[in-house]
């Protein structure tokens, strides 16, 4: 199955719950909300407060993509927020078989995704 998956970060922050309402409207069944920490990539997004606001006004998938540090330190604000995938950066993370077990135990789909310099092959086990 393919979704559209918008991503909130091109939305109008004043107005961002409207403009998800009016993207899923429009057909989006997914909502993608990148989360960055301003340390593991050098901008800073949103946290899972905002995520847990939004998650008010759409019952759309949220696939939350976590661009942060040790980011097992922050699965569980994030499911509380709303989130029905997370998907963490494999350089991330100290430990990413604890990560995506600490995603799964708590009835979330997950994710992993490799900087583009990182060799796919990392992935094998």
């Given at each position: 199955?393919?979704y559209l998956?918008?991503?909130v970060?091109?939305a109008d922050f004043?107005?961002l719950?409207?403009?998800?309402?009016t993207?899923?409207?429009?057909g989006a069944?997914?909502?993608?909300?990148d989360v960055?920490?301003?340390?593991?990539v050098?901008n800073?997004?949103?946290?899972?407060s905002?995520?847990?606001s939004?998650?008010?006004?759409?019952?759309?998938i949220?696939?939350?993509?976590?661009?942060?540090?040790?980011?097992?330190?922050y699965i569980g604000d994030?499911?509380k927020?709303?989130?029905?995938?997370?998907?963490?950066?494999y350089?991330?993370?100290s430990?990413?078989s604890?990560?995506?077990?600490?995603?799964k135990n708590?009835?979330?789909?997950?994710?992993i995704?490799?900087?583009?310099?990182?060799?796919?092959?990392v992935?094998?086990?």
């Amino acid at each position: 199955m393919n979704y559209l998956a918008p991503s909130v970060l091109s939305a109008d922050f004043s107005m961002l719950g409207e403009e998800i309402i009016t993207v899923v409207k429009a057909g989006a069944e997914m909502i993608h909300l990148d989360v960055m920490d301003g340390s593991f990539v050098p901008n800073i997004s949103f946290g899972a407060s905002v995520i847990k606001s939004v998650r008010k006004v759409t019952d759309a998938i949220f696939d939350v993509h976590l661009m942060i540090e040790e980011p097992v330190r922050y699965i569980g604000d994030f499911v509380k927020a709303g989130a029905d995938l997370i998907t963490v950066h494999y350089e991330a993370c100290s430990d990413v078989s604890e990560t995506i077990s600490g995603i799964k135990n708590r009835g979330v789909k997950a994710g992993i995704a490799i900087s583009p310099d990182t060799p796919v092959t990392v992935l094998e086990n």
